[in-house]
């Protein structure tokens, strides 16, 4: 017997019957349908709150919507309102946002009111922070609570990757995003069958969680920028650079999370923190102007319209305000997620970059500084790159990013990230 004969293989994992996978369709078609209903819904009722507070309360009182005492007004009495319901509405809405990423155990159902409630607040108040953790979270909660109770029989993990992954799609508009996020958990797991095999649930849910909020006509993270043309070697270098830069940038911003939510910490009650931390972002909001505040994705369809119409400081300014109220929002207690805000922080960044180098095609300025922003704030590659890459919908773009992505990432794995234990230390 020769040697090769004697090695053993390479195990080979065996494909799950389509018996075992179809009970799982039905399941994951409702709870990614009520994942994207639930985001509309939350992400509407804001959209209506936030037409009240900026335009028509200011019309009615014959003040400017966006000016600056009006920011400082509605900033800080977002805070105070939060702060009433962080404080007196059971479960506190939930637990420190600034100890929470996109995963995390299912919340007992009782917070939820209370969550729901302070993130509309927040989206409509104007605080720099995104929907995603929230809904992410009632989502998971949600199905988590119905599938132990409707069917007993099947593990709890399950109804938490499919609330996770049909919110993902939901958010992003496309079920790619999620099944990006589900395979990179899946890395660190020791999978039962093929990866297509796990993913069949989660991509069934992510399906229709996008499929819904399209159908629904929610906006989504294409901006409609103009396709890149065949790259240079110029563009593969700026590529690079402003990624690394960006990610540079997005590590200050984690470097200071600790320090800034240390500082809220001593003001002990919430009552006390979240109207300062509105007071301090309405401030920021007069420094930067109305562009940095809310969640971000809006504001970033405005700025890469017309990327001209700004100068290379202005977008400077505009990147380093919106990460410095990204943070203090983040430790204040407002709740939100960090990825819609830092993909403004990153297209401000990259625009900047085009407006010191015109050579630079906008979009690929735009997507590079987006990729190395969310490289460091959700230490999380594949939504990071499909992020970036969706913004701009160009082929062309992929190969670009993924070559910066390299060295942007050197420059933050192994670094503290943008979420703190119950101690206040970073995690790492």
């Not at 600034?98 to 919340?107: H, I, N, R, S």
């Not at 409630?117 to 995603?132: I, K, Q, W």
Request: proline share 8%; with cysteine; hydrophobic share 55%.
């Amino acid at each position: 017997m020769t040697q090769e004969a004697a090695t053993p293989g390479p195990a080979t994992a065996r494909a799950t019957p389509a018996r075992t996978l179809l009970p799982l369709f039905l399941p994951a078609v409702v709870v990614g349908a009520v994942a994207s209903l639930l985001y509309v819904g939350v992400s509407r009722l804001a959209e209506q709150l936030k037409d009240v507070l900026w335009t028509d309360l200011p019309d009615a009182l014959g003040i400017g919507g966006y000016s600056s005492l009006w920011m400082i007004v509605m900033l800080t009495t977002t805070g105070v309102l939060v702060g009433l319901v962080v404080w007196k509405v059971p479960g506190h809405a939930g637990p420190d946002p600034a100890t929470l990423g996109l995963q995390e155990k299912p919340m007992a159902p009782y917070i939820l009111p209370g969550l729901l409630v302070a993130t509309v607040l927040m989206l409509a108040g104007g605080p720099s922070l995104g929907p995603e953790n929230p809904i992410i979270a009632t989502n998971v909660a949600l199905a988590f609570w119905a599938g132990r109770r409707f069917a007993p029989a099947a593990p709890g993990e399950l109804w938490v990757v499919l609330a996770q992954a049909g919110t993902i799609g939901a958010l992003f508009g496309t079920p790619v995003a999620a099944a990006l996020v589900v395979s990179e958990a899946l890395a660190g797991r020791q999978m039962r069958g093929l990866l297509w095999d796990n993913l069949f649930g989660p991509l069934t849910a992510a399906a229709v969680g996008s499929i819904v909020t399209s159908l629904l006509g929610h906006a989504s993270f294409d901006l409609g920028l103009p396709p890149l043309g065949s790259p240079g070697w110029a563009d593969v270098l700026a590529a690079v650079v402003i990624a690394s830069a960006a990610a540079v940038l997005g590590m200050a911003g984690v470097r200071a999370l600790p320090y800034v939510h240390k500082a809220f910490a001593l003001l002990r009650h919430p009552m006390a923190a979240l109207p300062v931390g509105g007071l301090v972002l309405g401030l920021l909001g007069c420094l930067g102007g109305p562009l940095t505040l809310f969640k971000g994705l809006d504001q970033v369809a405005e700025i890469a319209r017309h990327p001209d119409n700004w100068s290379a400081g202005r977008f400077a300014l505009m990147a380093v305000v919106k990460l410095a109220a990204l943070v203090v929002a983040t430790c204040c207690g407002f709740r939100g997620g960090r990825i819609f805000p830092s993909v403004f922080v990153g297209a401000s960044f990259g625009l900047c970059a085009h407006a010191l180098v015109p050579s630079v095609p906008p979009s690929l300025a735009l997507a590079a500084g987006v990729l190395g922003t969310l490289l460091a704030v959700t230490r999380q590659g594949w939504v990071s790159l499909f992020t970036a890459a969706v913004l701009v919908s160009s082929p062309t773009i992929i190969a670009l990013l993924c070559i910066a992505s390299l060295p942007a990432w050197l420059l933050v794995t192994g670094r503290p990230q943008m979420q703190l234990h119950e101690d206040g230390s970073s995690v790492r």
